[in-house]
């Protein structure tokens, strides 16, 4: 009988979605004061092991009664699928925070309780957590403290990849528990980002200045609306901010580059150069009429474009990055300092951003990737194009718990020979 034969016949038992609703409540709601409640909790949780002890007694397999009370049929599937492709159990999870765990659509911008319980559940079976977002890294201790726990957010299992990529946060790592990447770019980079900095906002058109603030960021430049996500005037003002922006960076190239260029003649470089790689400036420059011209882009100045990063996150934000210091460039330094040296690894993201550490690990044979279904373009492009991992916004929980079972059928042997003749992955 294969994995799937065995897992078909577990998930027919009448009983199977009463076990995973009583390992929910059981896991999720911990009891209260309440001796009402206490007796709830507790009736649950004997039913729970009853039915689970019973099912190990059946099979003479303990890891059936554990997958079932755990996952969902889809879900089990899915990592039998995942187990047959890869055979490999996943050794560290890599998670962007914003749109990823938590959503300002569906979780009211709260990382969902089940989702933290996964997390805890996954990060106490040794395995470490890298969060990997663009925010702040006071932002994301706090999170990851209120959220996750002091003991998880000051293990040293436990590591921050902050701004993108521009420092790595690794409790308990001595000398190596920050890490300023910054710190190691090659001039002119870290010159640029300087002096855009500190022009950004005093030189700003009134409009922005008083509608957007700069994101208190150790080396990216990120202008903020003073709206909510989301909103209307929120986006409006970032497309402001990312023309701004743009001409910033051109004013400031023109110096860098011994003043060859006027300002103007750079900033209409500057557009050009980024609206051809990037959809979302195209078409908000389209959209305003403002379509730049072929510009010739000479080798000094093309040399330096090719190190920079415009990204504009509709309603959300404008940012300036090094391409020097990426999300993959942050992930391999928290790797090495959390000693992983041949890492399978999920990552789970939803921007350009997290793009390039999924392409980094489907390049290496590193791991395997998942994305909000509300994720950009080219990340569901690339996730559908592996492994089809894609979930409901805020439900990133249900990928934590694929993960869970595939490392627990890695872990118990029970390595599918080939994928389901249907296709694999659901």
Sequence with gaps: ??????????????????????????????????????????????????HIQQITRETGEPWIADILAKATREEAFTAADLAARYGRSVEALVLDVDETLRSAGTTDNEIPRET?????????????????????????????????????????????????????????????????????LEPPIPSIFTKVRSRILTEAPKQIAEQMHLQGNEFNVTLKPNFDVGTSPAEEVVIDGMHHLMETVGGVLSEELDGSREAAETTAAVKCWFAERDREIASVLEARNETPPEVAIDQALEAVLERLDIAVYPADAAELSSLDLNKAHGVQAALEVLGIDDPFLLVMGDSKSDLRVMRWIDESDAGIAAAPRHASGAVLEHVYSTDALVFEPGDAASVLRTVDVLNQLIAADQVPGELRADGGVS
């Design 116 to 184: 933290l319980y996964h997390l805890t559940e996954l990060h106490e079976q040794g395995i470490p957590i890298i969060i990997c977002t663009g925010q702040t890294l006071e932002n994301v201790k706090g999170f990851a403290i209120q959220g996750l726990g002091t003991a998880i957010a000051h293990a040293p299992t436990f590591s921050i990849v902050y701004e993108s990529g521009t420092g790595v946060f690794a409790p308990g790592h001595g000398a190596d528990t920050k890490r300023l990447l910054y710190d190691e």
């Design 1 to 50: 009988m294969t994995v799937y034969d065995r897992l078909y016949e577990a998930y027919a038992r009448p009983d199977s979605r009463q076990i995973r609703e009583l390992r929910v409540l059981v896991g999720l709601y911990p009891p209260l004061d309440s001796p009402i409640a206490l007796g709830y909790w507790e009736d649950a949780r004997d039913r729970l092991y009853g």
